[in-house]
Each structure stands twice: as structure tokens, then as C-alpha cells.
């Protein structure tokens, strides 16, 4: 599965336009850049759901920003 | 009847003897000067003279926070109407319900929504605003001499709280409490001066807001930066770059969404101190916080009945995870549900007790009788456990929920969303998305209606027409049946216990 471009299929879900997710590199963080407060939760809700992990508030473990840091997660899961 | 002073006076009068021609707010590229603060005060203070407006009477300003709103709450003051702080982000159905509610006898409202206003309030007199005051304003500063001598039982302010049935509850307050948080917070606490620029996300209508804005700078001769805007992150950080403010006020989901906004390992900005507010400041968000920008988050908690806060961490001295120390002047308990105090270490519901309190709730006595106590402390709704002079969050003791420092009513949630065909029944509760709390919708579906893929995605969509963004469900589950107590009412504790403990189910959601 390429985990990316079902991360992207998801921001389209959550109401991301089409041309800035295709334009989206896999690095940048995704909050203020390319969704407000509202949108990164709609994200990570659908995240969590579809791939059956848990965005944490664990003090030890680096914030996820950015496509790679969700996928590095999904793939630490697997 | 004793007298106290005139919060007005005491808050503008040393600043137009010590510096008249500095900036006492900033807004966009424009400033106001406290010269032209103090006279424009007095100006509107003599329209609402002229205006047949009598000391006690409410006066609702529905203004975005702009030059206009502290003019016009500066006016109220000073002509001992009371100022009823509503903003320009209440729903249309809210704004009607406080102005009569409050009985208010004239509306200020901004050009921009002045027609709507109109629509939805009317018969009520209306003065019409744009952001730098009355768009028709003939008063002279020098015909308003006869500033209003309050007594200490007179009420300045009003602001309006949303409540567990849905409706927003009027908070009224004494010039005290605008007053008071200025020594007991903004000096003891946080060590402000007049040096300091200061900027709040949250805005004037709300008691962190209006005491951030109006009282700390002009109290401390500091200069403030307002923003009419929402507070969008893109915003927020073009302010920063551009004021270079050295206080800033904010809450858990805007410093949250500027760490994750930051591609580089480091964030240089320019505050001193960073405040938090208005829901409970993850662990995790502090540490991350702090690693990026070299700044603790001062997380504290304050609630309208009490004017600002009454528990703060102290800066230099944050604790990850804790919503701080009693704040010198308060009073604070932790009691069981039969009102006795527990032992430190264990939760407890959280009193409070200190001279900003409200009284009472306007025009009801029951919520008051059970919030307001006769012992002097008002009762909050939130749990919190006490370790080392520390305190800790543990939830609420309702079913409020706190989304962006924003009350949300259950109630309001369900009573849109059973409007959805395929809602034969409802039940909202919070849930935590990364540590912070969301409203999550419990559905049993209408008989024949079967579960799609799509359904939770459409039931959003129903509620984001209906309802603003933050009291739309952030989760969607789908049951048989709604846990409920023996009486038939629906257990809302065991749903957010639910959601909060489970794993994410992808089989039950869809």
C-alpha cells in the first residue's frame, strides 16, 4: 500500500483542495501550512481511524507534522 | 453605601499624566494613543448620556475586538452603564438571546454586521460603529464632566458564558473586578510593566480576553495589540513578526498549531512570556513548547465568574502537566461530592473563593444558588487533584466541554444533529484528539437507515450548516443503544469514559 497517497486521499476527505494536496511535499509540516486547527483534527481523526493508530499525547514521542512523520507511525505500527 | 473607584478613572488617568502620546493599543498598521483612548472614552461616554442612558442601564457592545470595543467599554464605565461584553462571534440566536436576556437598552454594533444586528434584535437602539468608534459621533469630550461614582455593590460589566442548557448565562462584575487581577495576577504573578506590548488571541468579550486587553495594559501604561480577525495561525505569526510582542496570551490549540506549523528544530520569537488559558495545556504541548522556543508555557485557569485567573503556574517555575499555584489573594478548596475537603493527592471538586467573584448569575436564581455558595466560594464544575501546592486537571464534573477555550453545550450539539434523518437518537460527550478535547457524537441510527462509509462524513456536513466549526463532533460512533441510568437519562460519563480509554475501533466508526 503507498501510504502517502492514502494519506492524501484522506486530506481530500477532510475538505483539502485537490491542487494543494497534489503540489503537497512529503516534509512539510501540514498545520498552518496547509490546514487550520479544525482541519489537522478532522486529519488525524480519519489517521486514526482508517489505519487504526493512536496519535498520543505521550511526552515522549516527537510531534507529527509532516506526511512521513504519519507515515513513519503507521509503518512502527505495522 | 460605600464608594469605590471608578474603574475607568483608575485605569486611564496615570497613563494621561505619564506618557498621553504613547500607543495604548495597536491594531493592523494603526495605533491609538492613550490621549486619544481618553477622548474618545469621554466622547462616547456623553453619546450614551445623550442617548438617555442612565447609570445601571446595559448597553451590549457587539464590536470584533478593534479601537471601538475599549472605547465603548471605557464610555460604559464611565457613565456607570453597564458594558456588556458580547463580541462579534456569538450565533445570531445567542446575540438576540443576551440582549434580552440583559435587558439591554441600546446594542453597539460594528457597520459591518449592523444590518444583521438589526435584523435580529430589533426595535433595540442601536449606535453604529466602524473600527475606530461611532461612525456619527458630535459629542464633545468636554461636555462629559460628571464621571459616575460607583458603589461597591454597583455593576460595571456583564459577560455572557455559554451554559449547560445551550443558552448563555449573564456573569455580572464590579468595577473591582477589572481592578483587582491587575496587582493579583499581572503583578504578583507575571511581573508585567509598562514596557511590555501585550498580545491576546482571546478576545475582549471573553474575562481572559478582557482582562489581557483592556485592564493589563492600561493598568501597567503597556501597549496592547488587538485583532479583529479570527486567530488564524497565519495571523497570529504575521502579528508576532511585526509587534514583537513580549506577552502573549493564548490557548492550548493555537500554541499547539504554531509547534506543529514549524519545520525548523528552532522557533526564535520575541515573547518574554507565554500564557495559556481556557482548557487544560497538555504535558506533551509544554515540553514540545519549550524545546522549540526556549519558553515555558505559563498555563493557568481563571473562569468568568471569577473575572481572571484564581490557579497559575509561576514563570520561571512551570510544572509540565499542571495548571499551577493558588493565585496570591484567592481561596481555594477541593472538596467530595458531600462538600468535605479531600486530603492533598486526591481529586477533589474545585471551589473558589476571592474578591472578583460574581454574586450571582443575571436573572437566574437557581443555577446561582448552586453555583454561587454562601460560604463565599463559587462552585467551577472542573476536578483537579492538589500534590506539592501544585494543581492538576482531572475533567469536569458536568457535561460542559471546553473545545479551543470555548464552551460547548452538549445539549446545543444534539438538538442539531437529531435533526438528521438518520438520527433516530444522540448523545454528545468529550473525547481527546491529541490530549485536547473535542465533542464525540454517539448515534443510534433510524430504523431501515444502514451504516455506509460515508455516513459519519455526511452527518459533519449536516452540522458544519448548522453549527460553528468547534462544537462539530470530531468522532462518530455508532451504537444500538445509549448507555442510560435507571431514570432513563443518558449516562454521558460512561460515553467519554468510552471514547477517551478505547483504542481507535476502525470497525465500529464506519
Do not use: E
Given at each position: 500500500m503507498d501510504i502517502i497517497a492514502e494519506l492524501k486521499n484522506l486530506m481530500l476527505k477532510v475538505g483539502v483542495e485537490e491542487s494543494v494536496v497534489s503540489e503537497l511535499t512529503p516534509y512539510l509540516p501540514l498545520a498552518g501550512h496547509v490546514m487550520d486547527s479544525m482541519g489537522y483534527t478532522a486529519f488525524i481523526v480519519a489517521v486514526e481511524e482508517r489505519f487504526g493508530v493512536t496519535i498520543a499525547d505521550d511526552p515522549d514521542k516527537p510531534f507529527i507534522r509532516s506526511l512521513n512523520d504519519f507515515k513513519k507511525l503507521i509503518e512502527e505500527k505495522d | 453605601m460605600l464608594s469605590t473607584p471608578n474603574a475607568a478613572v483608575e485605569l486611564i488617568k496615570g497613563n494621561i499624566e505619564r506618557?498621553?502620546?504613547?500607543?495604548a493599543y495597536i491594531c493592523g498598521d494603526r495605533a491609538l494613543t492613550y490621549r486619544d483612548l481618553d477622548l474618545a472614552g469621554r466622547r462616547f461616554a456623553q453619546l450614551l448620556r445623550t442617548s438617555g442612558i442612565s447609570p445601571g442601564e446595559r448597553v451590549v457592545i457587539a464590536l470584533p475586538d478593534c479601537f471601538a470595543f475599549p472605547i465603548a467599554f471605557l464610555g460604559c464605565l464611565l457613565t456607570g452603564a453597564m458594558a456588556v461584553a458580547a463580541g462579534s462571534s456569538h450565533r445570531d440566536e445567542d446575540l438576540t438571546h443576551i440582549v434580552n436576556n440583559s435587558g439591554a437598552r441600546l446594542l453597539i454594533s460594528h457597520a459591518d454586521h449592523a444590518r444583521q444586528h438589526a435584523t435580529i434584535c430589533c426595535g433595540i437602539r442601536q449606535i453604529i460603529c466602524d473600527d475606530n468608534g461611532p461612525t456619527e459621533d458630535n459629542a464633545s469630550p468636554a461636555a462629559f464632566t460628571a464621571t459616575y461614582q460607583p458603589s461597591?455593590?454597583?455593576?460595571a460589566y456583564m459577560l455572557y458564558s455559554s451554559g449547560s442548557t445551550g443558552r448563555p448565562k449573564g456573569i455580572p462584575h464590579r468595577h473591582a473586578s477589572l481592578l483587582l487581577p491587575c496587582d493579583?495576577?499581572?503583578?504578583?504573578?507575571?511581573?508585567?510593566?509598562?514596557?511590555d506590548v501585550i498580545f491576546s488571541t482571546s478576545k475582549l468579550s471573553f474575562c481572559y480576553g478582557l482582562i489581557n486587553s483592556f485592564s493589563f495594559p492600561l493598568h501597567f501604561g503597556a501597549t496592547a495589540i488587538l485583532h479583529?480577525?479570527?486567530?488564524d495561525i497565519r495571523s497570529i505569526l504575521d502579528i508576532i513578526e511585526k509587534h514583537k510582542p513580549s506577552v502573549f496570551f493564548s490557548v492550548p490549540t493555537v500554541f499547539r498549531h504554531i509547534a506543529l506549523s514549524c519545520a525548523e528544530p528552532e522557533l526564535k520569537l520575541p515573547m518574554r512570556l507565554c500564557c495559556s488559558a481556557g482548557e487544560a495545556l497538555p504535558a506533551t504541548l509544554f515540553k514540545e513548547w519549550q524545546r522549540l522556543t526556549g519558553l515555558e508555557i505559563i498555563d493557568g485557569i481563571g473562569a468568568s465568574e471569577l473575572s481572571h485567573h484564581f490557579i497559575c503556574n509561576p514563570p520561571g517555575h512551570a510544572v509540565a502537566g499542571s495548571t499551577g499555584k493558588v493565585v496570591p489573594g484567592y481561596q481555594v478548596r477541593l472538596v467530595d461530592d458531600n462538600g468535605n475537603d479531600v486530603p492533598s493527592g486526591s481529586e477533589g471538586n474545585l471551589l473558589v473563593s476571592g474578591e472578583t467573584r460574581s454574586p450571582h448569575y443575571w436573572n437566574l436564581p437557581e443555577k446561582s444558588r448552586t453555583t454561587m455558595l454562601p460560604d463565599g466560594y463559587t462552585r467551577t464544575g472542573d476536578i483537579f487533584l492538589e500534590k506539592d501546592g501544585y494543581y492538576y486537571y482531572r475533567g469536569r464534573s458536568d457535561d460542559m466541554i471546553k473545545v479551543d477555550a470555548l464552551w460547548v453545550s452538549p445539549v446545543i450539539v444534539e438538538e442539531a444533529l437529531r435533526g438528521h434523518p438518520a438520527v433516530a437518537e444522540c448523545a454528545v460527550a468529550a473525547v481527546a484528539v491529541c490530549g485536547l478535547a473535542r465533542p464525540g457524537a454517539f448515534v443510534v441510527l433510524s430504523p431501515g437507515v444502514k451504516l455506509t462509509p460515508g455516513l459519519a462524513q455526511e452527518l459533519t456536513e449536516y452540522l458544519k450548516s448548522r453549527l460553528p466549526d468547534y462544537m462539530c463532533p470530531a468522532r462518530f460512533r455508532f451504537l444500538d443503544d445509549l448507555p442510560r441510568t435507571?431514570?432513563?437519562?443518558?449516562?454521558r460519563s460512561r460515553l467519554r469514559e468510552h471514547m477517551f480509554h478505547e483504542a481507535p475501533p476502525s470497525d465500529v466508526s464506519e
Open positions: - | 506618557h498621553p502620546d504613547k500607543a461597591a455593590d454597583d455593576f493579583l495576577m499581572g503583578n504578583k504573578v507575571l511581573g508585567i510593566t509598562g514596557d479583529p480577525g479570527k486567530p435507571s431514570t432513563g437519562k443518558i449516562k
